[in-house]
Nanobody, 124 residues
Framework: QVQLEESGGGLVQAGGSLRLSCTASGIDRRIAMGWFRQAPGKEREFVAAISWSGGGNTHYASSVKGRFIISRDGAKNTAHLQMNNLKPEDTAVYYC?????????????????WGQGTQVTVSS
């Protein structure tokens, strides 16, 4: 059974930084990994994704490009989301997702595995 576990959420002031991490267990092959978020009363939206091979094969939502950086640990199914210059509108529950096809898709329905989510709150 594949499980994804997020960590690193919390409360930060606007302009601050947070680093989220996600580790997938129960799977031997490398998967693409993505981050999505959902604010109260809103639909889940894409944030960033990285391919199974990492490197420069990444994809970002326009709202976070230049502020957030997604990375992964070598051959492991561990991904990080470095969030800089945070804004109150970044407040949401952030979900990690895994995609067996290996490509950094922005479409949530293409992901096979999901974490439980971690809360990020940015105060003004």
């Amino acid at each position: 059974q594949v499980q994804l576990e997020e960590s690193g959420g919390g409360l930060v002031q606007a302009g601050g930084s947070l680093r989220l991490s996600c580790t997938a267990s129960g799977i031997d092959r490398r998967i693409a990994m993505g981050w999505f978020r959902q604010a109260p009363g809103k639909e889940r939206e894409f944030v960033a994704a990285i391919s199974w091979s990492g490197g420069g094969n990444t994809h970002y939502a326009s709202s976070v490009k230049g502020r957030f950086i997604i990375s992964r640990d070598g051959a492991k199914n561990t991904a990080h989301l470095q969030m800089n210059n945070l804004k109150p509108e970044d407040t949401a529950v952030y979900y990690c997702a895994g995609e067996e096809g290996g490509w950094p898709s922005p479409r949530p329905y293409e992901y096979d595995f999901w974490g439980q989510g971690t809360q990020v709150t940015v105060s003004s």
